[in-house]
């Protein structure tokens, strides 16, 4: 099995800064993609951004020159610098991995952490 830990969520002011952190443990062979993804209330899962193995990143519009996404592959970790953040971040992010476990190498799959809150005050 593989287990996806995040952390590094809060309550900050508009205009602050946080760095999330997700670290994937287990039976894992190799990562490929990383992403972080959020989801505020009454709205869908959105990607915010995404990274390749060999280090290509993708950011949702609204995030493009505040958030950085970054990964250590020693590690197995992603991370999400954000920064002047704005009430509308305000969400549960979660990270997602997509893992090939030593014991089925001829399968992708997608794994989920548990989630972290978010919040940005006005």
């Known amino acids: 099995q593989v287990q996806l830990v995040e952390s590094g969520g809060g309550l900050v002011p508009a205009g602050g800064s946080l760095r999330l952190s997700c670290a994937a443990s287990?039976?894992?062979?190799?990562?490929?993609?990383m992403g972080w993804y959020r989801q505020a209330p009454g709205k869908q899962r959105e990607l915010v951004a995404g990274?390749?193995?060999?280090?290509?990143?993708n950011y949702a519009d609204s995030v493009k020159g505040r958030f950085t996404i970054s990964r250590d592959n020693a590690k197995n970790t992603v991370y999400l610098q954000m920064n002047s953040l704005k009430p509308e971040d305000t969400a549960v992010y979660y990270c997602?991995?997509?893992?090939?476990?030593?014991?089925?190498?001829?399968?992708?799959?997608?794994?989920w952490g548990q989630g972290t809150q978010v919040t940005v005050s006005s």
């Open positions: 997602n991995a997509a893992v090939v476990q030593t014991t089925a190498r001829f399968l992708k799959i997608p794994y």
């Open positions: 287990g039976s894992i062979f190799s990562i490929h993609d």
């Open positions: 990274i390749t193995t060999g280090g290509n990143t």
